[in-house]
């Protein structure tokens, strides 16, 4: 069982930057891959970044490559995301997520879940 909390949300300016930060509790963070997904008013629930369980395998969406960075510190149990040049449509619910069978892109390969945490940029 792993149990995230994310934070680190807010109200930010358009070319802004927020880095989002989860928690986990639990046991066996360092076998989980780690992602971040995002949920706007009205849309799907879609795929951020994730990071393999060693740290050192990334993948992003196109729409945030260049500007979001993901990673984590297995041994503090944390994820982080650092997002800069922060657009209007980057507003969303940002969940952290949690999959045992590796980074993917489909939100129904994730077993644990956070709250979320609100992202909302200003143009």
């Known amino acids: 069982q792993v149990q995230l909390a994310e934070s680190g949300g807010g109200l ?4 802004g930057s927020l880095r989002l930060s ?3 509790s639990g046991r066996f963070f360092s076998g989980y891959a780690m992602a971040w997904f995002r949920q706007a008013p009205g849309k799907e629930r879609e795929f951020v970044a994730g990071v393999n369980w060693s740290g050192r ?3 992003y969406a196109d729409s945030v490559k260049g500007r979001f960075t993901i990673s984590r510190d297995n041994t503090k149990n944390t994820v982080s995301l650092q997002m800069n040049s922060l657009k209007p449509e980057d507003t969303a619910v940002y969940y952290c997520a949690a999959a045992d069978v590796g980074v993917a892109i489909g939100r129904n390969n994730y077993d644990y879940w956070g709250q979320g945490t609100q992202v909302t940029v200003s143009s």
């Open 22 to 24: 989860c928690a986990a």
């Open 57 to 59: 395998g990334t993948y």
């Open 12 to 15: 930010v300016q358009a070319g």
